[in-house]
């Protein structure tokens, strides 16, 4: 229930905040209309405080009424974000054991080169609304929408990946719809009474959470990488159902003036690499991650690093492999010097193939490794790196 109290002046912030047209000012004060889907962006722009949603709580009756798995589908640099398609192929999954229908939420500007993508990875209906305001992502206008949606349709799951937006954008409609959120999942799962668990480090990564929710919908981040992409359908064919919205670019309250690459961006994104070579402790210095380097060069991959060696600042946070850095799962991991601790195997342990080079026949690592050699790293890894080389000269195509 949304009501509008006496302290309204009809100042007329809230009209170009409504993102689906909703609300006009009558003998100075605002009316809203059977149009508001409760996004709340009118309660967050008012400067006097004369506009409140009250949301009910759901109960256990209500449950029923909540149906379909929903993902935000991200876009970035003109792409589809590879968790995306994770997460479709993962919900397609969970709508099929629920028996709901799956729909991606696609918000932008010019994004119907999408559809096609979004509909292969298993997608039964696609939300699709564009507006120049949406063109980068912005929290008010982005929020506003998704609030929006999920009132209206109210799905029972809503996923987003644990991107920098997702991470951002999931708590801000959390918070409005005054639900529960877990973040960072790596996994997930429907129990025998349909309720959606969501599995999640705890404890530094001692321990695997399983959470449920009590509220609805059930929300969840996910990490990129910790679930594997179906094959895409290229038959198959969504329902699209097109969201007209009014959003005024003076009413958000921030906009993106440019964007300034950093120097990070221009090294191997280890998030999308097929091959990773990480260095951990074992490498004793900093020096030695020329080995690192030349392995990885050798096998036309990218350097990645457990903890200690991103601590010691040998290399930047965004080379970081585990709990408090990168997830990834690429066709080859080389873990050099590696031991194996929790936090790390959390970020890497989907690998398709995972090689572990380490000297302690002990070592945790070797409990999730394809292939592991144990010895001295400082006469494995150079005869390898040799090796390669060698079988390069003989075969330059390869």
């Known amino acids: 229930m949304i009501e509008v109290f006496d302290t309204c002046t009809g100042c007329g912030i809230c009209v170009s905040r409504c993102p689906f047209g909703a609300i006009r000012i009558v003998e100075k004060r605002a ?20 506009i409140e949603i009250k949301r009910k709580m759901v109960t256990p009756a209500d449950v029923s009424s909540y149906r379909g798995i929903w993902v935000f589908a991200e876009e970035h640099g003109n792409h589809l974000r590879n968790v995306t398609l994770e997460l479709l192929s993962e919900g397609r999954k969970l709508a099929d054991k629920l028996g709901e229908p799956l729909a991606a939420l696609l918000l932008g500007r010019n994004v119907t080169d999408f559809i096609k993508t ?11 609304t564009e507006h120049e305001v949406l063109e980068r992502y912005n929290s ?7 609030t929006g949606l999920i009132v209206k349709h109210k799905p029972s799951v809503v996923l987003f990946g644990a991107t920098i937006n997702g991470r951002d954008l999931a708590p801000r409609i959390a918070a409005r719809l005054r639900i529960g959120l877990t973040a960072d999942c790596t996994g997930l799962e ?15 990564g001692n321990i695997m959470a ?32 097109r969201i007209n919205v009014m959003i005024d670019p003076k009413a958000m309250r921030t906009r993106v003036v440019d964007i300034v690459k950093e120097v990070a961006d221009r090294a191997v994104n280890i998030e999308e690499a097929d091959i990773i070579v990480s260095g951990g402790r074992g490498l004793g210095s900093p020096e030695n991650l020329k080995l690192m380097r030349e392995l990885a060069e050798a096998l ?10 991103v601590d010691s600042g040998w290399l930047p946070h965004h080379q970081q492999v585990g709990q408090t850095g990168k997830t990834v799962s690429p066709k080859l991991y080389v873990a050099v010097g590696i031991s194996g601790a929790i936090q790390h195997l959390v970020g890497m342990q989907t690998s398709d193939i995972i090689i572990a080079i380490n000297k302690d026949s002990e070592a945790p690592i070797f409990k999730v ?30």
Not at 31 to 50: D, H, M, R, W, Y
Not at 140 to 146: H, P, S
Not at 190 to 204: N, T
Request: charged share 25%.
């Open 210 to 241: 399983s959470i449920l929710s009590h509220t609805r919908p059930q929300m969840a981040t996910v990490r990129p990488n910790v679930m594997k992409r179906g094959e895409p359908d290229w038959t198959r064919e969504a329902e699209i159902e």
């Open 300 to 309: 036309g991959g990218a350097v990645g690093a457990s903890r200690p060696i």
């Open 190 to 204: 429907i129990d025998e009474e349909g309720r959606l668990v969501q599995i999640r480090p705890a404890f530094g």
């Open 31 to 50: 009316q809203i209309n059977e149009a508001c889907t409760l996004c709340g962006a009118c309660v967050k722009s008012c400067p006097f405080g004369a």
């Open 118 to 128: 979004l509909s292969a990875y298993g997608a039964d209906k696609i939300y699709v």
């Open 369 to 398: 490794a394809t292939m592991g050699v144990i010895g001295d790293l400082f006469k494995i890894v150079p005869a390898l790196i040799e090796e390669l080389r060698n079988a390069k000269k003989e075969n330059p195509t390869r």
């Open 140 to 146: 008010d206008g982005y929020a506003d929408v998704l």
